[in-house]
């Protein structure tokens, strides 16, 4: 069975400082992944996903991640946090097939100080 | 740009009461979603549907039930309430037959069952 786990509950991290967020998952294959930005108040916005191909993807607001095969990992990094940055972000996993959903991690929230 | 509107935001029932959230999406995607959103506990999926009249369950589909009668709208069905299913509701929607693609969200409804 798929699953996702985000060790980090919470992260603090002065602005402008560098930011990785983890995520691990269980997939027999390689599975499709993604990072999802909730701001307070709002929907889930999708950062970044990653079907197959370069194993460094880029995403929207200067985020990126990295597919890493053989830690099965697909942390999300930011080489400069703005104090906009501060939300919860969700890890999901999918399948390539017909009739299946997503799974999501439990979520970080990443607060910022000034 | 992709819509899905969730006709409430805001919601308080009582107990036992028979609740009704529904979900509409306006980009002629195949499947659609509902998720329950805790603290602590990320997303969790309780039921999805991959085409019309079509529905599966979710992790957590106890104490729901689902309808989609057109391909746009997809409603969840508290049958009756109870307090622990006080919670945030996020419906998605997602394009093609492969169950693992990118969800669109609305932004939620938050149910509080008194």
């Known amino acids: 069975a798929q699953s996702v786990t985000q060790p980090d509950i919470h992260i603090t991290v002065s602005e402008g400082a560098s930011l990785e967020l983890r995520c691990n998952y269980s997939y027999g294959a390689t599975p499709y992944l993604f990072w999802y930005v909730q701001s307070p108040g709002q929907g889930l916005q999708l950062l970044l996903k990653y079907f197959s191909g370069d194993t460094l993807v880029q995403g929207i607001k200067g985020f990126e991640a990295e597919f890493k095969r053989s830690q099965s990992s697909f942390n999300l990094r930011k080489p400069s946090v703005h104090w906009s940055d501060a939300a919860e972000y969700f890890c999901a996993v999918g399948a390539p097939q017909a009739g299946t959903a997503l799974i999501f991690g439990k979520g970080t929230t990443l607060s910022v100080s000034s | 740009d992709v819509k899905v509107t969730q006709s409430s935001r805001y919601l308080v029932k009582r107990t036992g009461e028979k609740v009704f959230l529904e979900c509409v999406q306006d980009?002629?995607?195949?499947?659609m979603f509902w998720y329950r959103q805790d603290p602590g506990l990320g997303l969790r999926l309780i039921y999805f549907?991959?085409?019309?009249?079509?529905?599966e369950k979710g992790d957590i589909p106890e104490g729901y039930s689902v309808s989609r009668e057109k391909k746009e709208r997809f409603s969840l069905i508290l049958e009756s309430a109870s307090t622990n299913q006080t919670s945030m509701y996020l419906c998605?929607?997602?394009?093609?037959?492969?169950?693992?693609?990118?969800?669109?969200f609305g932004e939620g409804s938050r149910l509080t069952v008194l």
């Open positions: 998605a929607s997602s394009l093609g037959a492969t169950g693992g693609g990118e969800l669109f």
């Open positions: 980009m002629d995607h195949e499947n």
């Open positions: 549907s991959y085409d019309v009249k079509m529905k």
